[in-house]
């Protein structure tokens, strides 16, 4: 092939990440404890654990379980508050937006108010930060646990409420739940992005106990385990939307994530691979590279949608 | 990498056999780990051949030997991890997130301790002992096992220095036929101790914890979740505090103060 | 515990199983196939492949890959149609019926009329059946592909058109997709029972030639890593409505068999596992008496959604 | 169960090893399948070891002698399964459905016979060789295969009595440069046959059945698919055919008449 050279930048509805690399949500803490592990201003961008306007505690143990390629979490949200988060880890943030590392904030909330209350507080306290995620899969308290957007009437709702609260670009992490009409909705609300997958839920049983493996009676299934399904919702929601897609679920490897691409995402999150392979996403960020070379295009947004089936 | 910050390593095994039933003592060899770990803290070893089970498997050292370059874990087989891992044979490759977690504290001019360690908790324990031995700290032991075939450390816990050790089994077998707490009492009322360490089931601890509370000496715990990672960043691995909310066992831990556990 | 014995008999809204082990539609063959591992009278029914009133090809090759823990096929239904079933494999399904196992004839169609047809030639040629299943995870050709069980209004309206045709136990094969919705809907129409879950939709992508790895854009993904998502299915569906759920997905032993059935179903099927592990199903058989006994009920109804969180 | 009805086995390895480059031997301890294998059918071998790749692996055999109890297998490295199996050591167990799919068929008063056998298609053909020498029809074969270094098959179809082996590569690295077509050219130009078979990558196995057409010679071939079961159970190893429609590979094949396949 001789010596070429592939540009790996990427928009990411705003955000103008140096490669497609980006972490998950909740699978990567703030950053920091992977700095051991490899340089994380080589990122394209990390999306932080997801925040609320006051801090919460999360479910009791066990938290968590394994099942066939891939793990079982309840973690139900445990986060220090935007407050906390921004007093305990804003200078590491901002530092690493120094980096060139985009620093995505996730923010989560069991009401349409709670959302935009965080919103507000990050907006004002997080000036470091490149964009907003909104994670609309969590339970909505008024609507008996109700996935916040687990309809796009719901979604729509709570997007268009946080929308006028910051021109930074906004995220919107989807349920793998209604995908594509989810997608729809949000992009009419003024989403600039979508990410997804969010873990499946999914149930443990110890038939000996009787009881679930989890301190819940259902959790969150990620990993291996749910990639192929991921990669199926990234490619409706892309075809369904023309905002870009973060893609993510199950991606463990360079193959992983260049499916995600092929089926339409413009950006690609590491998440429970962070935990077993600390050092995974700082290798897609090569790998990737060395694929585009490979598929003979200059610039990886040539390989964005580009499956042929 | 700063040093002792968590990293990931290359090992390879040096040795691995069985010690007792169903236990086993695995040496790696990791020399840049191997200098950087304080007895207490924990490791997480991704096992390898069996891609579905995707996590690593959290084990504590009994010894690590900075100028041998190794480190040594006694597990226990329980499942698919560690059935594969007791069949690794030297000069396997794995590798190893770590140092994971915070050592045993030893506080200044402490006197006299007595270790607990029930099953397995007898990891850390030793690790423990050699710590207190480097520290010139006098100690005793209590090592509880379901049966004798099963108990296993009362030698190395000696040949660290312990002036005396109890031995406990469920069923007799082995020593005094009870529960590790027995055990302790029977230190407790023999001599005088100003820091307990307790590793072992968590029911276990919380007793050892209300005996220490009673007898008004300290007490450190080492706590095991299901955990994720071992390094901080996923928030599975909570200990509820007597204080309200949740320490991450992992990274808060897994050694805490019994007063500061939620039981 | 003593000699003991545990009553295994369930009623699967009018189909008297003598145990509650069954197999998943298409994943048995004719059951035929299976003589030469075990006795299959031995096991509580079985579903028959889905069959169509006219014969259907199904898709080119390939047809199927590995994923983690599981497979992806986009076999299509391909079968010969009801008659020519009745013709094949009539003899052997009215023997097995007579050896005690109950054969739960499966229809699939295009369209609300096909699927009419089909049970009505059923109904007509093929006596021997203890009970009818509709997949309603079919495409719908008049809806542009939709499934044709996608809604509660789309499931509803095949199952009124099915209903009045057969007086025999109706069973409906629910997508993965709405659960809880879709199986209220179902039970309002007049299902006697239903069967869930159907494969997951996933996509695997060739990263070099960019192409799927099956002859279609997606397959349906199903083994083990579809498990935990397929009990929590389950568990809701069971919760939705008072009739009876046959619980499959990912079952590859008695434990996830137990969890189906603690978990709400009544029946367990085993899908995939039938083909890596030829034997499962009649393993299920004595692994569940087994399991019962030892969690001390005099009958397995006992244990039926009998989860406790 | 009824004799040669597909069912499963209990194995062990007897022995194991490389015989060219990515290319092993494997010979399975099975005497009851032994004795109910016909030349053609193939395997479904449980590879023991990840659960995350949860179906067996379809493997044709080369030999199986009914009297010692055993199956050969000749097998290339070229993913998970076959590297596990790879690592199998003698006294190892495995399980083994079979046996699938029809036998290669012998023509009553069959004369002459051209076997082809690209890559790792030899193994069927090794097979279709013992049969054909049991039947007493004589035969030729043309070996072909990418490079010198994995080319293997010659001295075993010789020793079952081929009178002439033809061996191509791509590079010319052994025998004649070119692929197995061009082998089976010289030899239709040489003698005369009535019956080809053979197995290799499909679009070898259409220009074969191609060149027998239009010497009006009859032609086996041995169809791979994507299979999940290997008997009939699951409807993913479709075969196209010429008359429209479908066949399974595993139950209506693998062996076809080149005349029936839709290339
Ligand atoms: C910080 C820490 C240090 C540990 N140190 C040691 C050690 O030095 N030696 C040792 O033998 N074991 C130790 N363990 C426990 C060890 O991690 C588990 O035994 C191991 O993960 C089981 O894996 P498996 O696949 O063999 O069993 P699995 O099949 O995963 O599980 C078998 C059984 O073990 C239980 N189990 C699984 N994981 C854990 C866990 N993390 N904690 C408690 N129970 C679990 C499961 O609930 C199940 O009942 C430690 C655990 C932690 C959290
Ligand atoms: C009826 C039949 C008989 C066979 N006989 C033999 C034999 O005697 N010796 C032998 O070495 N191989 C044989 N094969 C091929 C063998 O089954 C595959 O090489 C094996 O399944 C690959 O598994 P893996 O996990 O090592 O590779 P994977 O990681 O599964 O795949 C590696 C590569 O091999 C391809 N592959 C996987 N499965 C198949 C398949 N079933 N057919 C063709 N390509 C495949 C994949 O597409 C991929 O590109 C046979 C296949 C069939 C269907
Ligand atoms: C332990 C854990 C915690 C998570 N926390 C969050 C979270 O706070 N917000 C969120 O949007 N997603 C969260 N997720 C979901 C991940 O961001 C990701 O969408 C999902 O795990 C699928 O990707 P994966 O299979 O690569 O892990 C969490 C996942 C795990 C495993
Ligand atoms: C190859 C294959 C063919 C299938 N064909 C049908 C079918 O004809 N009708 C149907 O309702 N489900 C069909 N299914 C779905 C299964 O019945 C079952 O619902 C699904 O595979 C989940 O169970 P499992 O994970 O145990 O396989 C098929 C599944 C497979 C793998
Ligand atoms: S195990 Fe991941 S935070 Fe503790
Ligand atoms: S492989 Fe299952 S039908 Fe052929």
């Known amino acids: 092939m001789g010596a070429r050279s592939v540009s790996m930048a990427v928009d990411l509805g705003g955000v103008r990440m140096k490669n497609p690399v980006c972490t998950a949500s909740g699978t990567f803490g703030f950053g920091s404890a992977f700095e051991g592990f490899f340089d994380v201003g080589r990122l394209g961008a990390i999306t932080t654990k997801g925040c609320s306007a006051e801090p919460w505690q999360g479910n009791p143990a066990p938290r968590m379980c394994e099942v066939p390629s891939a793990m079982m979490n309840t973690v139900g949200l445990a986060n220090p508050g935007v407050c906390g988060v921004v007093e305990g880890q804003g200078a590491y943030l901002a530092d690493l937006e120094g980096r060139g590392c985009r620093v995505i904030f996730q923010v989560a909330g069991h009401s349409v108010e709670e959302y935009a209350a965080a919103v507000e507080l990050a907006e004002e306290h997080a000036p470091w930060a490149s964009a907003f995620e909104l994670n609309v899969s969590c339970p909505n308290l008024a609507r008996g646990g109700a996935l916040v957007g687990g309809t796009p009437e719901d979604a729509s709702e709570v997007v268009r409420a946080v929308r006028p609260r910051t021109s930074r670009p906004l995220l919107v992490k989807l349920a793998p739940v209604r995908v594509a009409e989810v997608a729809r909705a949000c992009e009419d609300a003024g989403a600039d992005a979508l990410s997804l997958i969010n873990t499946i839920s999914g149930m443990s049983l110890d038939v000996h106990t009787r009881r679930s493996r989890l301190s819940r009676p259902t959790g969150g299934v990620s990993g291996p385990a749910i990639h192929a399904i991921a990669v199926r919702m990234v490619w409706e929601a892309a075809h369904a939307v023309s905002i870009p897609v973060n893609g993510m679920g199950g991606v463990a490897g360079v193959e992983d994530a260049a499916e995600m691409i092929l089926a339409g995402a413009t950006a690609v999150s590491v998440g429970t691979a962070n935990f077993y392979d600390p050092t995974c996403a700082s290798r897609l960020v090569d790998g990737l590279a060395a694929w585009a070379l490979e598929q003979g295009v200059t610039t990886i947004n040539d390989l964005i949608g580009a499956a042929e089936c | ?263």
Chains 1, 3 share one sequence.
């Open chain 2, 1 to 263: 990498m700063p040093t002792g910050q968590t990293g990931l390593h290359d090992v390879a095994v040096a040795s691995n056999e069985r010690v007792a039933e169903k236990l086993f003592r695995i040496v790696l060899s990791a020399p840049e780990l191997a200098s950087g770990l304080r007895a207490g803290q924990f490791l997480e070893v991704a096992v390898p051949g069996d891609a579905s089970q995707i996590l690593r498997v959290p084990l504590s050292f009994s010894r690590a030997d900075a100028k041998a370059g190794s480190v040594e874990i006694i597990y226990a087989l329980v499942g698919d991890a560690t059935r594969r891992l007791s069949r690794m044979v030297p000069g396997d490759a794995a590798t190893v997130v770590g140092p994971c977690g915070n050592p045993w504290r030893v506080r200044p001019g402490q006197l006299r301790a007595a270790l607990v360690s029930g099953g397995v908790g007898v990891t850390p324990i030793v690790a423990c002992a050699g710590m207190l031995a480097d520290a010139g700290v006098p100690f005793d032991a209590v090592v509880g096992a379901t049966d004798a075939s099963r108990l296993w450390g009362a030698d190395e816990l000696r040949s660290l220095g312990a002036s005396e050790v109890v031995l406990t089994t469920d069923d007799g077998s082995a020593g005094l036929r009870g529960v590790t707490t027995d055990g302790l009492r029977a230190l407790l009322a023999g001599r005088a101790y100003d820091e307990v360490y307790a590793c072992g089931p968590e029911p276990m601890m919380a007793a050892v914890a209300r005996l220490a509370h009673e007898a008004h000496v300290g007490c450190q715990v080492s706590m095991e979740r299901m955990m994720s990672c071992g390094f901080g960043a996923c928030g599975t691995c909570n200990v509820a505090l007597a204080s309200g909310g949740y320490a991450s066992a992992c990274k808060d831990g897994t050694v805490f103060d019994a007063e500061e556990v939620a039981w």
